[in-house]
């Protein structure tokens, strides 16, 4: 990797303005409960090295999409609470509408060495979102130095990352660093045999990374619903399983590039039916040849979970991205858990992309046995796309 990071600077003393992704899932029961703090767990690597380093820090983040206005129901106080437990004194929440203002920037300005503060949501100005210069000149205006650790949003370009890496002295944080160096590795110089795996819902999201993987891997195990767009393409009758019809022939393009590479296809060969997707609906497991016209294929069978597992067994790079049934119900997650296991029993470096891949992962317990769980979902999948993710190019390169 070529970008500059934490380490590379000298913070002692310094303002560092760090984006984070404190994008928190938020109890729906519970008014202003975080139901998973992981994400913030995520940045505490880099923000404690930043205080142990003697730098005053000063948290950026968006949460959800308060579309540029103040509103509270977006407000980051349920994260400034958490970071008050885990910081105490050494913590101020800068509570302002306007996120940046003059109270801020005299707050800022008082802070000591060690000493930490958050922001309130980034997207609480309306030029968060498109880049805006002004407000990127605001958030930068407060620090000497630039470090961005939300790997979540490095797909964007906004002015918290893109907008204030023009302004200041930049470098990625840790958790960018382990993302970009982990899945990199993985795409440019993988320990072979190297295998994808990809489910999810629709083919059309995941064109771009199948054209991207075919050139790379040495098998790709297809499931979850993009698989039956596949077999209807080379003439399989489907029932109602998820189909885009536009996507048929995109398919069998794929399936012809993926010869041509070298590269072994596997489609599922048995698959659980049901007459909808439903909690405690009747399932029934079929071959793959015996689908009846009224029945919705929406998992694989355990034939085909045994064989895909015993194909991550003898791998030595994974890469799983989409589901690969309807996991979110028990009938139809048995698929998406034995994949789940197999890379947890693998030695294999193991890489999971893809927000309900990861949540798939986290579900069934295993996330302490893979390699790498992205902790972003449309970054990571734009990243496996082979796209260049802006939040991260517009970094500092190190210096020769
Ligand atoms: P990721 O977030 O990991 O990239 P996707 O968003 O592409 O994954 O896909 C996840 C969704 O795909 C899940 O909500 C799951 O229910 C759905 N899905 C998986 N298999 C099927 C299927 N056979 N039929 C319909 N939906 C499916
Ligand atoms: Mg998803």
Redesign the pocket.
């Known amino acids: 990797m070529n970008k500059r990071t934490v380490k590379d600077l000298d913070v002692k003393g310094k303002k560092v303005l760090v984006r984070v992704d404190f994008n928190v899932p938020l109890s729906k029961t519970e008014k202003g409960v975080i139901s998973d703090d992981s994400r913030i767990k995520a940045a505490l690597p880099t923000i404690d090295y930043l205080l142990e380093n003697g730098a005053k820090v000063i948290l950026i983040s968006h949460l959800g999409r308060p579309k540029g206005e103040a509103n509270p129901e977006f407000s980051l106080s349920p994260v400034a609470k958490r970071l008050e437990e885990i910081y105490g004194d050494n913590f101020h929440f800068f509570d302002e509408d306007e996120v940046v203002n003059d109270k801020v920037k005299e707050e800022v300005n008082a802070l000591k060495e060690g000493e930490i503060a958050l922001l309130q949501n980034t997207r609480y100005d309306k030029q968060e979102t498109k880049n805006g210069e002004e407000f990127a000149a605001k958030l930068a205006s407060l620090a000497d130095l630039y470090v961005n650790d939300a790997f979540g949003t490095s797909h964007r370009a906004h002015a918290s990352n893109v907008g204030v890496a023009s302004k200041l002295p930049s470098a990625v944080g840790f958790l960018i660093q382990k993302e970009i160096e982990t899945m990199g590795k993985a795409l440019e110089d993988p320990e072979r045999p190297f295998v994808a795996i990809l489910?999810?819902?629709?083919v059309s999201?995941?064109i771009g990374v199948i054209e991207n993987l075919i050139t790379k891997v040495d098998s790709i195990l297809i499931?979850?619903?993009?698989?039956?767009t596949f077999l209807k393409a080379q003439g399989k009758e489907i029932g109602k399983?998820?189909l885009e019809e536009d996507k048929m022939e995109m398919s069998l393009k794929l399936l012809e590039k993926a010869k041509e590479n070298n590269v072994k296809i596997y489609l599922p060969k048995d698959?659980v039916i049901a007459d909808k997707?439903e909690s405690g609906v009747d399932t029934q497991i079929v071959d793959i040849d015996n689908i009846p016209t009224d029945k919705?294929?929406?998992?694989i069978g355990p034939k085909t979970a045994k064989e895909y597992a015993e194909v991550v067994k003898n791998a030595k790079t994974v890469v799983w991205?989409?589901?690969?049934?309807?996991?979110?119900?028990d009938e139809?997650a048995n698929g998406?858990n034995e994949v789940a296991k197999a890379l947890a029993d693998s030695d294999a470096i193991t890489i999971v992309?893809?927000?309900?891949?990861?949540?798939?992962i986290e579900k069934a317990g295993l996330k302490d046995k893979i390699t790498h769980v992205s902790t972003g979902?449309g970054a990571s999948?734009e990243f496996l796309e082979g796209k260049v993710l802006p939040g991260i190019d517009s970094i500092d390169d190190k210096e020769e």
């Not at 489910?199 to 629709?202: L, S, V, W």
């Not at 919705?296 to 998992?299: I, M, N, T």
């Not at 992309?353 to 798939?360: K, N, R, V």
């Open positions: 489910g999810g819902a629709k999201d995941k499931g979850g619903g993009m698989a039956y399983s998820l698959v997707i919705e294929a929406l998992d991205n989409g589901p690969m049934g309807v996991f979110e119900i139809f998406t992309g893809g927000g309900d891949s990861a949540l798939a979902g999948l």
